[in-house]
RNA sequence: GUGGGUGUAGCUCAGUUUGGUAGAGCGGCAGGUUGUGGCCCUGUUGGCCGCGGGUUCAACUCCCGUCACUCACCCCA
């Protein structure tokens, strides 16, 4: 039985491990110094904790989650997304007690049954922040302008981001009763799963690809810009003069729909032509109703996701991971009591910080150089019977060629000196 | 769940049209005189040609099925 990893999880191999260490060691830094801290929910969850805070006609709610019952029955779910868990544990640990406004972020592993494609696994991997407490404009324009600030850090650029508000609950929805008369009379006119959709969550007919349903809205479905009320307006008209104010560039996209439940007014998404036909790096906004919705006082929120897969994809392409290439030393032995002495080097070596390898296959020499270069060792150090005979050992530096003799005894130190000066 | 593409050595791929039990490059290992890497050269290692069935004297090659990977739809990060 040849084992193989599930479908849609990746394993991350000795190779390309180091860009992932770079990346999460990159947003924990820039977070630290933005003043956001670190929070760690469990992999999973009650099962009605997404269903009720996400939404049970979403599609990942009702058809995308690992939902598993337990031994006692009670049915448990592996977190298909961040936002619900983070304020699940807000409520419950009264961190609203500690300040009014928390700002968090995260880096987690979550699980979709979807099926894979380019910039898309079953388990895949993101990153993300939220500012819990305020109503106000500056939180929704910091988290996006903050957001965009870690993109252009890490050196990216020529990204979209694509604005747009969907209003409170209440223009909301005397936007979709507007919109529901005003397409019905085309209703045929859609394609199926829209004609379903029509009924279910109108506002997701947005989403749709096909050219037939999309030139129906073109033509007949009024924009939801112009339906906001005047608090939404004034909301909205603010937000978008702070990113002006600190130059970040936008596009407003009023057919930009998210596909989970509990968004209101602000919606976003940062895509890159440099993904796939999956482009959106990132996608968030305000939820003003989950903290509520999910048993906590009524406290308004707003929020950001990023996909690390997607980010590694991005940062691949434009060279944006700096490759990592520790010096080390690598001691090249012959014959029985080299190989001792030189395990005994290695070890106090190592121990003033010196990553420092020795041969375990018991080779010749040539074999052992070999490796010693294959594995860009930037020193090495030769001990064999000429040298155990005069009490010396080489050290001999791989980029220049040249060898230098150091006394036994004093090798360690020597060497150490030698190496850092 | 639906559609397209692809499955041949550790990796990247050729060979399939015109059926005759497999090749290259890279990698790994070992050598190129007696203790010194990179470049070059030589040798060597390594594959039931995704799996199962059918046609045939004979199948990597043709037919059917199946699985896997991949891209796209749906949806999302």
């Known amino acids: 039985m040849q084992y193989q990893n599930i479908k849609g999880t990746k394993d991350v191999l000795p190779s390309e491990s180091y ?15 933005n003043n956001y801290q670190e929070i760690r929910t469990p992999a999973f969850e009650m099962t009605e904790l997404f269903a009720h805070g996400v939404g049970s006609d979403t599609d990942v709610v009702s058809k995308e989650m690992y939902t598993f019952l337990d031994k006692g029955n009670t049915s448990l779910t592996l977190k298909p997304e961040l ?8 409520i419950q640990n009264r961190l609203d007690q500690i300040s009014t406004i928390v700002k968090v972020y995260y880096i987690d ?35 996006i302008q903050t957001m965009y600030e870690l993109y252009t850090q890490l050196g990216i ?23 529901k ?16 959709r029509f009924q279910t969550n109108i506002l997701r007919l947005f989403d749709c690809k096909a050219e037939s349903c999309q030139q129906i809205l073109a033509n007949h479905a009024p924009s939801i810009l112009d339906h906001l009320s005047e608090d939404d307006r004034i909301h909205f008209d603010e937000v978008k003069h702070l990113l002006d104010l600190t130059d970040v560039p936008y596009s407003i996209d009023n057919r930009l729909v998210r596909g989970l439940d509990y968004y209101t007014r602000t919606t976003f998404e940062i895509t ?34 990023s996909g690390m897969e997607r980010l590694l994809l991005i940062l691949n392409q434009i060279g944006g991971i700096p490759e990592s290439q520790k010096p080390f030393l690598f001691i090249v032995s ?24 020795t041969d375990f296959l018991r080779r010749s020499m040539k074999a052992q150089m070999r490796e010693a270069d294959k594995k860009a060792a930037k020193w090495v150090v030769i001990i064999g019977d000429n040298e155990i005979e005069k009490n010396i050992v080489f050290l001999k530096d791989m980029t220049a060629g040249n060898q230098t003799p150091f006394t036994m005894e004093t090798a360690t130190e020597e060497i150490y000196q030698y190496i850092n000066r």
């Open 19 to 33: 860009q992932w260490q770079y990346l999460e060691k990159f947003i924990a830094d820039f977070f630290d110094k």
């Open 83 to 90: 936002t619900a868990p983070v304020i699940r544990s807000y």
């Open 109 to 143: 592993a979550l699980f979709r049954q979807e099926r894979p494609q380019k910039g898309r696994q079953r388990q895949f991997h993101q990153f993300g922040f939220e500012i819990i407490g305020s109503p106000h404009p500056e939180a929704d324009a910091e988290v």
């Open 157 to 179: 650029r020529d990204l979209n981001i694509r604005l747009n508000s969907i209003g409170s609950r209440e223009s909301r929805k005397n936007y979709l009763a507007i919109l």
């Open 181 to 196: 008369s005003e397409l019905m009379p085309f209703l045929n006119d859609f394609c199926p799963t829209c004609q379903q």
């Open 272 to 305: 890159s032509s440099l993904l796939g036909s999956q482009d959106a790096v990132c996608g968030g906004g305000r939820y003003d109703h989950l903290v509520e919705d999910l048993g906590g006082k009524p406290t308004p929120a707003v929020g950001v996701a």
């Open 334 to 357: 012959l014959g029985e009591q080299a190989r001792r002495r030189g395990f005994v080097l290695a070890a106090d070596l190592r121990k003033k910080g010196i990553a420092c390898e």
